[in-house]
């Protein structure tokens, strides 16, 4: 298996969300997370990035959670589309091409953002910036994707050119874990939380500070 995750167990603000979750993902394996509002899907996609605190073992192709190795293999994308507003779009993929490297042109054909190229980014609407933010994920390989409802505000045209990033991405042996309400059009196994949501004693400092 290249990424495990083992007796995961995640509690929010005192409220046990995951509770002895396994999931095992071998190269070009996608998984769509599946739930109500409010489960623990968000909770469970930041805990496998290092943004909360969990417990169990977490490993991606041999690598920790917790360490740098682990955090070199996966691309993470929340609900904030993580932009910087004051840059343009092709300051902000520049920004990134020079921490993660690719081709930042490249990437802004891909989401069809060579005419907002100049544009701040923070002038650009919701589906604009998510696309930005999308384009991110099409720079440089990473052997996981951990992506929160990366198709809310995108049209029909930049869902399929989504759907068929992703596509490549797997085919290419990549690996995604995607909380998703759509259908994507894509062969993924599908993880469904129905987490208890019993209540547990929490550290209220940390619940203030992992937010
Ligand atoms: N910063 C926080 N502090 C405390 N509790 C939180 C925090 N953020 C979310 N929660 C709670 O944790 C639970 C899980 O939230 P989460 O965002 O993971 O759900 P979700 O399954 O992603 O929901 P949705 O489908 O609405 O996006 C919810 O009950 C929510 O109220």
Redesign the pocket.
């Known amino acids: 298996m290249s990424f495990s995750a083992s007796a995961l167990r995640v509690a929010?603000?005192g409220?046990l969300?995951i509770d002895g979750l396994d999931i095992a993902l071998s190269p070009g394996a996608g998984l769509a997370l599946r739930?109500?509002?409010?489960?623990?899907?968000?909770?469970?996609l930041r805990a496998l990035c290092g943004l909360l605190p969990c417990e169990g073992q977490v490993e991606l192709e041999g690598a920790a959670l917790g360490t740098d190795a682990y955090l070199d293999r996966i691309a993470y994308a929340g609900h904030r589309d993580a932009i910087k507003a004051a840059l343009s779009v092709g300051e902000n993929l520049a920004f990134w091409a020079a921490m993660t490297g690719g081709d930042a042109r490249a990437a802004l054909e891909r989401f069809d953002l060579e005419a907002l190229a100049e544009r701040p980014a923070g002038l650009c609407s919701a589906g604009q910036k998510r696309r930005l933010g999308l384009a991110r994920l099409a720079l440089a390989p990473r052997a996981l994707w951990l992506l929160?409802?990366p198709t809310v505000s995108l049209d029909a045209e930049h869902t399929a050119r989504f759907a068929a990033l992703l596509r490549e991405h797997l085919a290419g042996g990549g690996m995604a874990i995607i909380?998703t309400h759509i259908d994507l059009g894509l062969e993924l196994g599908e993880l469904r939380?129905e987490a208890p949501?019993r209540r547990v004693e929490t550290d209220p400092f940390l619940?203030e500070a992992w937010?």
Do not use: F, H, I
């Open positions: 929010r603000a409220r969300l739930g109500p509002n409010g489960v623990g899907k968000s909770t469970l929160d409802e909380a939380l949501q619940d937010t």
